[in-house]
């Protein structure tokens, strides 16, 4: 009466439909390859091939581009949402509550293993050259659309 209801009374119509979809799904791959079934020919297999082959990319392909949404809604689109702009420790040091920095790992916090380690030097210089490499990469991405921009005008 005001017992709550056992997971097994939740669990099962799930497993049960579960089970079922399962069953389903085995009668109609029996159908498709039993009364659908003629040899094909070797473009044919492979265009088959080429099919299975192109689900998981187009979904994974979708999951990312998911994904890559909900960070942007999360994070910003270049971490601007974020609170704290800027990284936390670097390598093998991490700030502790009381605002000094404590060492991680071999002869530190954690016991004995060796980190890499990154200092703030490292980090500013690859920051430079990811910075450089995404102008140009914008720079090549514009002038290819001017060059399509220009194809399309004189057609």
């Known amino acids: 009466s005001d017992t709550p209801p ?4 939740f669990a099962m119509p799930i497993i049960d439909f579960i089970r079922d979809a399962h069953a389903r799904h085995e009668k109609l791959k029996n159908y498709v390859h039993t009364a659908w079934r003629y040899p094909l020919p070797r473009w044919g297999r492979y ?3 080429c099919f299975y082959f192109s689900i998981p990319l ?3 392909y979708h999951v990312m581009q ?3 949404s909900k960070s942007h809604e999360s994070i910003g689109e270049r971490g601007e949402k974020l609170k704290v702009k800027r990284l936390q420790g670097y390598g093998d040091k991490i ?3 009381d605002g000094k920095t404590q060492k991680v790992g071999a002869g530190g916090l954690g016991g ?3 980190l890499a380690v990154s200092d703030e030097d ?3 210089r690859s920051k430079v050259m990811l910075e450089r490499f995404f102008r140009q990469e914008r720079k090549k991405r514009r002038l290819k659309e001017k060059g399509k921009e220009t194809e399309n005008d004189a057609a």
């Open 6 to 9: 056992s997971l097994t009374n």
């Open 95 to 97: 700030p502790s509550e």
């Open 58 to 60: 187009i979904g994974g």
């Open 112 to 114: 004995g293993v060796h």
């Open 66 to 68: 998911w994904a890559i």
């Open 47 to 49: 265009a088959m091939g």
């Open 122 to 124: 490292d980090q500013k």
